[in-house]
């Protein structure tokens, strides 16, 4: 499987199934809207094909030393083929010597309606090689847990990121009454 990474603009071919898999992958109170997200300058975000057919998404933020997954998302009939661990894989393999890399992932240790998936979710990363750490961000009230590879990344690290990403108005105006 060698899968190709494009950078996704308004240009790209597959343009509205990356819009589309982004808004049913994630619940509205997990994302932004489609468009503030691709108004942001510092984050970017890459369609994974394999063979010329779209299969999936994913979303980097680089700020100094880290590199945060903030969306991963895999079309439901590629699901379970090995493409998220080959993405994973891929980005460890590209990213781990220059920046720590970490990903958010839904608190399974929270009760809700869909446990399993939580803990499911977390299983599947942990056997990718990220590591659950006991760093927690409350999120517009979504509770998370910071998951990383090979070296630890701190709540406040992510804050600044968000910060980076957002800028400044955003950030205070919106964001950090909504974070903790």
């Known amino acids: 499987m060698e899968l190709k990474y494009i950078k996704v603009d308004n240009k790209y071919i597959h343009h509205n199934q990356i819009k589309h898999l ?6 509205p109170v997990e994302r932004p809207s489609y468009n503030m997200l691709m108004s942001f300058p510092h984050h970017e975000m890459y369609a994974v094909e ?45 990213y781990s010597n220059d920046y ?17 998936e939580r803990m499911n979710r977390i299983n599947f990363y942990k056997y990718n090689g990220l590591t659950l750490s006991d ?9 998370y847990r910071v998951l990383y590879f090979t070296k630890p990344v701190q709540k406040e690290e992510f804050i600044a990121s968000m910060k980076y990403l957002l800028g400044d108005d955003f ?10």
Not at 100 to 116: G, H, M, T, V, W
Not at 135 to 143: D, Q
């Open 100 to 116: 720590r890399i970490y990903l958010l992932a839904e608190n399974p240790d929270i009760e809700s309606n869909n446990k399993l």
């Open 135 to 143: 760093e927690v961000v409350i999120e517009y009230g979504v509770n």
């Open 171 to 180: 950030f205070y105006k919106y964001y950090v009454h909504n974070v903790k």
């Open 22 to 27: 982004f808004e049913h992958a994630f619940p």
């Open 50 to 94: 394999d063979n010329s057919t779209f299969i999936g998404l994913v979303d980097l933020l680089k700020y100094e030393d880290t590199l945060y997954i903030f969306f991963l998302a895999i079309k439901k009939t590629y699901r379970g083929k090995g493409y998220g661990s080959k993405v994973l894989k891929d980005i460890t393999s590209k």
